[in-house]
């Protein structure tokens, strides 16, 4: 059985019927076709489903989905700015885009930068853990970045560039941190 | 496969309507952080006996979720998740045991949705916030269609994942009354973060004129609920907390203890380890006393 499910997703209005039983994880992605959140593990221990919900990282599939009734739910793929940003200009390194061309959020531009993903699975989420944490704490000390990240493993052991890339979009090494874009509506 | 069934009640009343269900198997939830991996592990099985419906009902949408200090005192709503209870004041000040619990569990992500009255009736023997509210006297205040209930903590438990609460009966706030005692809360897991506790050791520490008046110690994850430890807190009473004596204490808090083997130690290695994880918690509550 499933019942109708109305949520904010990524700023939009969305609606989706969802099973009863069913985490916010696999609506997300079966219910959805929004991929973006990863399923590494299925029961709270790794970090690659995390989406913002209400302003908080959680860890999506943990969340049963008909909870969010009414609540509002980020993934990266709301991340981009609005508007698409044009050809990226010429020479050395070109600014990072998305593959729709849109402009990254400086945590995805650093995580780009710095070389932090490397196959990728854990990324999503570490996006999203970072973004909810930097919402709340814009000038963290490396320790804090730690302690923000720890829910989110990586098997690919790549922790110290994603912990150094935290710290560099925070100083603002690329563009400076958007204020919290309203991602707690 | 097994059904589901799903209702987010606005009403204690409606809810207590909810909660009676013949020939369902009802589950509150809270955050989730324990029920959905089970149930996800549960669907993605091919199922082996016929389970009834299970009936879930959401917590959410009740406001039971608020913490009131009244000076003497803290009451926790049971559906206050572990984010909140780290950032509350009351909570810093008056129930430091409890705070640093909530510092070391699991990590930020798990603990913005996962909530304290899902950590005491989840009932696990690992459950981190369970020593500090034992030493501290916590009392769960239980309710049902029938009526309200009260029931200190240390009578809670009855082994793991068991408790007096009957089917249907919702946790609703727990209650603390501080005191005078300073505490302090010391896990060990096989890491810092996001991990389940191998030994956890709370204390709560009165001192008069710089001796022990009265202390309560209780042990988490090596028995099959918390434990208190008397004969340990016994042997304090009159004297100096230093390191000579905290170290004999921790040696009679083996005997309150049957650890057993699982994934994350050795029963040998927690009977070693839970000593010192008494000890050191022992020393820190007494220093927050004097400090
Ligand atoms: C990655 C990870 C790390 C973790 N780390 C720790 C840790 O370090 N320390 C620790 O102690 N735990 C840890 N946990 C376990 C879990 O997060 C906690 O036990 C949490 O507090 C459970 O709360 P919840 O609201 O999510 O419970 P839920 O999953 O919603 O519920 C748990 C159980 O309690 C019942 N229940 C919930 N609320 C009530 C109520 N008010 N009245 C009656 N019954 C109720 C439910 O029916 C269910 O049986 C971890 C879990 C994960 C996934
Ligand atoms: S898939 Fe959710 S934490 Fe691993
Ligand atoms: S980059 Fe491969 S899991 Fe993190």
Redesign the interface.
């Known amino acids: ?1 499933s ?1 109708i499910l109305r949520f904010h997703l990524n700023g939009n209005p969305a609606e989706v019927m969802a ?3 069913e ?1 916010l994880l696999d609506t997300l992605r079966e219910g959805l076709g929004l991929t973006s959140p990863k399923c590494g593990c ?4 790794c ?1 690659a489903c ?1 989406v913002i ?1 209400n302003g ?4 999506s ?4 989905a ?2 969010v ?1 009414g609540k509002s739910v980020w993934t990266v793929d709301g991340l981009v700015d609005g508007e698409r940003a044009g050809e990226p200009e010429g020479g050395e390194s070109p600014a990072p885009r998305s593959l729709s061309g849109h402009k990254l959020h400086p945590v995805q531009t650093a995580f780009h930068e710095y070389g932090a993903p490397q196959c990728g699975y854990c990324t999503p989420g570490m996006v999203m ?1 970072a973004v909810a ?1 930097l919402d709340r704490n814009p000038s963290p000390t490396e320790e804090e970045v730690k ?2 990240l ?3 493993l990586c098997r690919c052991g790549g922790y110290k560039k994603y912990v150094q890339a935290v710290m560099a979009a925070a100083r603002g090494e690329f563009d400076p941190l958007p204020e919290r874009s309203g991602r707690n509506v | 496969m097994r059904e589901y069934e799903y209702h987010a009640p606005l009403s204690l009343e409606r809810l207590f309507e909810l909660a009676e269900a013949e020939g369902m198997e009802v589950r509150f939830l809270a955050g989730g952080t324990d029920l959905m991996p089970r149930i996800s592990a549960e669907r993605n099985q091919i199922p082996r006996d016929r389970k009834p419906p299970m009936r879930i009902i959401y917590l959410g949408g009740l406001g039971l979720d608020e913490v009131t200090d009244d000076g003497e005192s803290v009451t926790i709503g049971a559906t206050a998740s572990l984010s909140a209870l780290l950032d509350n004041g009351a909570v810093r000040t008056k129930l430091p045991a409890l705070h640093e619990a909530l510092r070391e569990m699991a990590g930020v992500s798990v603990r913005n949705t996962a909530t304290i009255g899902g950590n005491i009736m989840n009932a696990s023997p690992a459950a981190d916030s369970v020593p500090p509210l034992l030493v501290l006297g916590a009392e769960c205040l239980l309710r049902s269609a029938a009526g309200e209930r009260r029931v200190a903590l240390s009578e809670f438990f009855t082994g793991p994942g068991k408790t007096v609460a009957r089917p249907g009966e919702l946790l609703v706030s727990v209650t603390v009354k501080p005191g005078r005692g300073g505490s302090a809360f010391r896990k060990l897991g096989r890491r810092k973060a996001e991990t389940l506790s191998v030994v956890n050791a709370a204390a709560c520490v009165e001192l008069r004129d710089g001796l022990c008046e009265s202390v309560r110690i209780a042990v988490g994850s090596a028995a099959p609920v918390v434990v208190r430890c008397t004969g340990a807190e016994q042997a304090l009473v009159g004297k100096k907390i230093d390191e000579n004596s905290v170290r004999e204490a921790g040696a009679l808090v083996v005997k309150a203890l049957s650890p057993i083997d699982d994934i994350r130690s050795s029963a040998w290695y927690r009977a070693r380890v839970a000593p010192t994880m008494v000890a050191r918690a022992l020393l820190a509550a007494a220093e927050r006393k004097r400090g």
Request: hydrophobic share 35%; charged share 20%; with cysteine.
């Open positions: 059985m019942q099973g009863e039983a985490t299925n029961r709270g221990d970090g995390t919900l908080n990282a959680v860890k599939c943990t969340v049963l008909l909870t009734e853990a944490f302690d923000a720890s829910g989110n």
